[in-house]
């Protein structure tokens, strides 16, 4: 059994280049991965925090290698050259991209600057370093022309959606523009790339005890509509995802593209 369950959700020998890794639901995938059995390269905007640091202990005492590397994803104009170099020092094999913004506003007062943070960090980074992976990739790793059998599963992309791909909210404009368009992000980056070698799925979280969601789990009567329309009962936690994270980047998740995964206690179908 511990053989078959190897093969099928191993990560051994896989290398997972992952944003917004050091804290949250981040934190816990890079963690999940790690157990698995792969290494991390972390893209973080201060390596020497708290955090950072860590994290990087705690992969190391899993067994794993962490390298952690600095850029601010506010600076896209440099995602070419970053990742053409990371890609010289490392083979990845998997991009999770955990990085994310929140900012609350209602819509009539929601600032400029706010708005192109958001979307910048939430989407267009995602994007950004996906596109530069996959020219990489299509043209060394996966240049060789495979069947379709062999081709299955070869990279993964995972994104992190949010109830907000579907149901929209109030008061964070910016933040549920941005993760409904990493739905369709997820859905038109597949089309194009799962022949050729390229898993792109996109896990979308309820609502998850995080920083982010600090805010609205106050004790108030919102948090108790919330509350009371979860089938499971309670809030998630950063850990509750992380068998999403594995299944989709494993041998498990070959046949399994453009999907938009719920992890939400039920949240979607009440």
């Known amino acids: ?10 990560l051994k020998g896989k290398t997972a280049l992952v944003t917004g890794g050091t804290r949250g639901i981040g934190r816990a995938l890079t963690v999940a991965l790690a157990s698995a059995g792969c290494d991390i390269v972390l ?25 952690t590397y600095e850029w601010d994803l506010d600076v896209l104009s440099e995602a070419p050259l970053i990742i053409t170099q990371l890609c010289r020092a490392h083979e990845f094999d998997i991009f999770v991209h955990c990085a994310g913004l929140q900012h609350r506003a209602p819509a009539e ?27 990489h990739w299509l043209n060394t790793s996966l240049k060789t022309p495979m069947t379709p059998e062999s081709v299955a599963g070869k990279k993964r992309i995972i994104f992190i959606a949010s109830m907000t791909t579907f149901t929209g909210s109030i008061e964070i404009p910016a933040y549920t523009a941005s993760k409904g368009a990493i739905g369709q992000l997820t859905k038109a980056l597949n089309n194009e790339w799962m022949a050729k070698g390229i898993n792109v799925n996109a896990i979308a979280p ?3 005890e995080t ?14 509509k919330i509350l009371d329309r979860i089938p499971a009962g309670r ?16 041998r ?19």
Not at 113 to 131: E, H, P
Request: include cysteine; hydrophobic fraction near 40%.
């Open 1 to 10: 059994m511990e053989a078959y369950l190897s093969t099928l959700f191993g």
């Open 43 to 67: 893209l973080v905007r201060s390596p020497n925090s708290p955090e950072n640091q860590s994290i990087a202990s705690e992969i190391a005492s899993i067994g794993q290698k962490c390298r």
């Open 109 to 135: 007062d929601f600032p400029d600057a706010a708005w192109d943070n958001v979307i910048g960090v939430n989407l267009t980074a995602g994007f950004k370093i996906s596109r530069e992976l996959a020219k």
């Open 206 to 208: 309820g609502y998850i």
């Open 211 to 224: 920083e982010l969601t600090a805010a609205i789990k106050d004790g108030s009567e919102k948090e108790a």
């Open 235 to 250: 809030w998630g936690l950063p850990a509750d995802l992380a068998g999403s994270v594995i299944h989709l980047c494993s």
């Open 252 to 270: 498990s998740g070959d046949y399994i593209g453009g999907e938009v995964h719920a992890v939400d206690g039920g949240y979607l179908g009440r």
